[in-house]
């Protein structure tokens, strides 16, 4: 069974700013990767595995 590149959302913790992004490939691009939060600007971004939820959210999962 192959393994699927785990999705991450991102959270800043300064103003509540969230994006789950659900890679592609097994390469992370430029798009789906955040340093700093788009929306204050913040570096206080964490980022952890997405729930399914916030997988279903973004049609990454159930895959078909
Ligand atoms: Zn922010």
Redesign the pocket.
Known sequence: MPIQPHPFTFK??????KKTVGPKSDCLGPGDWFGL??????E??TMKPATRVEQLLIGVWPRR
């Open positions: 800043c913790s300064a103003c509540g700013w939060c788009p929306q204050c600007g913040s206080a971004i």
